[in-house]
């Protein structure tokens, strides 16, 4: 089976515009509500479970225990690719700094100095070589760790949404069991579709803050302007990719099946 991935992301367009549209005030607390970010991380718990249309954002409280949930989930998945990059970097400055490259005294050498230093230091550079090659060795498996967690995370977040558990969101058999219901192929163009979308949304922020003197400025407002629909866009994409997978005779993603807030 096929997903219509147009649909799903007319769908999601649909839902982050009438979302905020014409609702300034709830824009408006988004926006704010990005300060404290788990508040922000909580309603985008509440878009994993499904709620449609968007919802208000109120019970503060709630909102801020499920962001702060949602972060724990989302910091253990990341760690191990985390402890990866500081492990990769860590041969290189420590060769640095025992070769004496941080001191005052290299700082201050002129460059005639410097090369003349490094000449008469031929072990550096092989010491250099190794620690690099180690770097880039871990990076590359970081990459790849990455890109396997994300496999899991992506179902992950959600899972624990719509089951209110932070374990499940590390019930590896379960999740790749979704995943099987979903179709590899299906899924994998799903990650693929969000994460050029991302990185579209992120090329245009970086475009305004080439521009001189105001760039950086117009780049913060439309970033504070955009993010808040950006985050409802890819929250319903990920719910609707959830429930392709979803064992029942009808989609939860449709209004009459919907877990409304309060119900």
Do not use: C
């Not at 070589?129 to 498996?141: E, H, K, S, T």
């Not at 990459?143 to 179902?155: K, V, W």
């Amino acid at each position: 089976m096929s997903l219509d991935f147009g649909s799903m992301l007319d769908d999601s367009f649909a839902y982050a515009k009438d979302g905020i549209w014409k609702k300034w005030t709830r824009w408006l607390l988004l926006i704010l509500s990005m300060i404290i970010f788990p508040l922000i991380m909580g309603y985008i718990v509440r878009i994993y479970r499904g709620e449609y249309p968007a919802p208000e954002p109120e019970h503060w409280g709630s909102l801020f225990v499920d962001g702060l949930k949602l972060l724990v989930v989302q910091v253990v998945y990341m760690a191990p690719v985390i402890l990866l990059v500081i492990l990769a970097f860590i041969p290189l400055i420590s060769t640095l700094a025992s070769s004496g490259v941080f001191s005052q005294e290299f700082a201050t050498m002129s460059d005639t100095q410097s090369e003349r230093w490094l000449d008469s230091h031929p072990e550096l550079i092989s010491d250099l070589l190794v620690a690099g090659g180690v770097m880039v060795f871990l990076i590359i498996i970081a990459i790849l760790m990455a890109i396997i967690i994300t496999l899991f995370s992506f179902l992950g977040v959600v899972r624990f949404a719509r089951l209110d558990s932070i374990s499940e969101a590390f019930n590896f058999s379960e999740i790749l069991s979704h995943i099987r219901r979903i179709g590899w192929v299906n899924y994998i163009i799903a990650l693929i579709t969000i994460t050029v979308i991302g990185f579209i949304f992120s090329m245009i922020l970086n475009f305004f803050s080439i521009i001189p003197v105001i760039g950086p400025i117009i780049g913060l407002i439309v970033l504070v302007a955009l993010y808040v629909p950006f985050l409802l866009f890819s929250g319903r994409f990920s719910a609707l990719v959830y429930d392709t997978g979803v064992e029942k005779t009808g989609p939860l993603s449709s209004p009459e099946n919907v877990r409304q807030d309060g119900q």
